[in-house]
């Protein structure tokens, strides 16, 4: 086994024959956190994004924070929209137990154009998932320490690039890894959430709230435009809440039989678990009147899941101070984990669209250790692209991040209301479904309208392009399968092979490549080129002593370039019988240690890049070991 195989096998692992697969599927308590982590997360920051909401829109109409005790009264019609959209996704998971979710959904029951609107819309969600859920547990370090915030792209990728090793290590493996972060997560905030409700008095009303407040005019929350848009969009904030609510079904193949039961239940703990903690955060917020502040280099900075923390737990103690860095500890690593949800599921959505023909069929393969390797790879590009060209700031990124996936529920959920009355179901599940999908097409436009001028006119130019995209990869594949469909009057052709020797000069491994030459054709010739006229005597000397079967073509070049003559010479050939198979022999040494390959030349990329668009020339390598 070589060494760059035995760094692959430490790094990720040793490959799993495919006889094995069934015991790379997860159990439940496994899969929870894989496919929740990136919804229970969205409890460290949905409730301070409706929070942030009212203060910037406040603070413009000079009434500052007097609104964000509308806090807890949003969560509460968010939690609502959870319990729906669960419902639904429930269906789905029973419906189509093969996954793809709302791919499959829309694709089966509204037909190929909404499904691949669906599909690009995930997949663009996935993307933007992994670059907000890293870029926010990065913040949750920066509050810890400060003095971090210099770093926070340097960090962002680095997480990234950890979390990327992990799933190309497998799925059930990332899973164990990433059970800790999330479990602790549930628990430590959990306990903060009971205690803060049943045990804490609440915080008096800070005097600027009390200020704010007294500004608002009686009839402002009554006839004023401003304050309808200013709810609709800190309820649009609060819904990045139920990104990752999909996860399950769209990787119910992970599950462990009986798939259906399994993830179903997996998604009533989700959705229970998600709804207890987003609004348990909310109305600790209120009930201690938690001021955001914004500035990440304020010294007083924190998030508000750390102010919350604070004001259960005071810092001032020892037990308080331990509780708080382990919360924000936590924090930070569900929030950063939470991105092994669209690690999870991306790779798996892109692999049912390029069986489709959508996508690359590259992107369909599992690697050795039975995970979808090429769309793992792809997915921690683009999202540490994103991380860098936005700064690592959540609050650039979030404005992108629902749109996709409201779109691909509205979709799901109408394809499901379809589905339940094509095979006759209960009219309360096509009912259900049918009101889902209402709702989230509402909030689809709520939240790209309220949006857009913060950067949410990205998103539909993005799947647009992905969209354009598919198209162009599914023609591709129509007119190749086209090309290559075998017809009654086709035939096996006959033709003649000319096999071109490359000799830079006669040594050890060229005779071995004479041999091989031989073998192939009748007609074979030896190419030399030269850039020192000098040495050509030699090299026929050298020829005729070894080599005098096959005839020596001297090819001169007076700009002193390897490739160029070869080129002319094939052209030229070509050109007298373009029926005929040229076979280009590049003899390669393959030397002892890896390092010694950048002391050759290297010929053969070059020849293949130069002739790759010419039919009828093959180049292939016949290699010779040096000891």
């Keep these: 086994m070589g060494g760059f195989s035995k760094f692959k096998r430490f790094v990720f692992g040793r490959p799993i024959a495919t006889k094995h697969a069934h015991n790379e599927r997860l159990s439940k308590r496994i899969a929870l956190p894989v496919f929740a982590s990136d919804a229970l997360s969205s409890c460290a920051y949905a409730t301070e994004e409706i929070m942030r909401v009212f203060m910037i829109i406040g603070a413009s109409a000079g009434f500052g924070p007097a609104f964000l005790h509308k806090t807890f009264e949003i969560s509460i019609w968010i939690c609502v929209l959870i319990a729906i959209v669960a419902l639904s996704y429930r269906q789905t998971i029973y419906a189509y137990p093969g996954g793809g979710g709302s791919y499959t959904v829309a694709k089966e029951n509204l037909g190929s154009f909404p499904g691949e609107v669906a599909g690009a819309s995930l997949l663009i969600d996935y993307i933007l998932t992994v670059s907000v859920s890293v870029s926010a547990g990065v913040l949750a370090i920066v509050s810890i320490n400060p003095a971090l915030s210099p770093y926070i792209v340097h960090m962002g990728i680095f997480a990234v690039a950890v979390i990327t090793i992990a799933n190309l290590r497998g799925a059930k493996e990332s899973g164990a890894i990433f059970s800790i972060p999330t479990y602790s997560f549930i628990l430590l905030l959990g306990v903060v959430i009971v205690y803060g409700i049943f045990f804490k008095q609440p915080a008096p009303i800070p005097q600027e709230v009390i200020e704010a407040r007294s500004k608002v005019p009686p009839d402002y929350q009554m006839l004023s435009f401003a304050y309808i848009f200013m709810v609709a969009r800190a309820f649009s904030s609060g819904c990045t809440a139920l990104t990752g609510i999909e996860a399950i079904s769209n990787g119910t193949q992970a599950f462990k039989e009986p798939v259906s039961k399994n993830a179903s239940t997996t998604l009533w703990w989700m959705a229970a678990i998600l709804a207890f903690l987003f609004i348990g955060s909310s109305f600790l917020a209120e009930k201690f009147h938690i001021v955001p502040i914004e500035d990440v280099t304020d010294p007083r900075f924190k998030t508000v899941i750390a102010s919350i923390v604070a004001n259960v737990f005071p810092t001032n103690t020892p037990f308080g101070m331990f509780y708080y860095n382990a919360m924000l500890v936590m924090t930070a690593g569900i929030l950063i984990l939470a991105a092994n949800t669209a690690f999870a599921d991306f790779p798996r959505l892109a692999s049912l669209i390029s069986r489709d023909g959508y996508l690359p069929r590259q992107l369909s393969s599992q690697g050795d250790r039975l995970v979808f390797q090429n769309g793992i790879i792809i997915l921690a590009l683009v999202a540490g692209f994103l991380i860098f060209i936005f700064g690592g700031d959540t609050h650039k990124l979030i404005p992108l991040y629902a749109i996709g996936v409201f779109m691909s529920f509205t979709l799901s959920q109408f394809g499901m209301a379809i589905h339940a009355k094509k095979h006759k179901q209960k009219f309360t599940n096509v009912l259900l479904s049918a009101t889902g999908g209402t709702i989230t097409l509402v909030i689809t436009g709520i939240i790209t309208a309220t949006k857009w001028h913060d950067g949410a006119w990205l998103v539909p130019i993005a799947i647009g ?42 040594h050890k491994g060229i005779l071995q490549a004479i041999g091989y030459a031989q073998s192939l054709a009748d007609d074979v010739r030896a190419v030399h080129v030269t850039l020192d006229p000098k040495g050509v005597k030699r090299v026929k000397d050298d020829w005729d002593r070894f080599g005098s079967e096959i005839p020596l073509v001297i090819l001169e070049s007076p700009y002193r370039s390897l490739i160029e003559p070869i080129i002319e010479y094939i052209d030229e050939a070509l050109e007298e019988d373009p029926t005929q198979i040229i076979t280009v022999i590049v003899p390669e040494a393959v030397p002892r240690k890896w390092w010694h390959r950048f002391l050759h030349n290297n010929v053969a990329i070059a020849l293949k890049i130069a002739l790759g668009q010419r039919k009828n020339v093959v180049i292939t390598n016949v290699r010779y070991f040096l000891k």
Excluded: S
């Design 465 to 506: 392009i992905v969209l354009f995209m598919f198209t162009q990869i599914k023609k591709h594949y129509k007119y190749l399968a086209g090309e290559l469909e075998i017809t009654p009057e086709d035939a096996v052709p006959k033709a003649r092979t000319t096999v071109l020797l490359m000799t830079p000069r006669l």
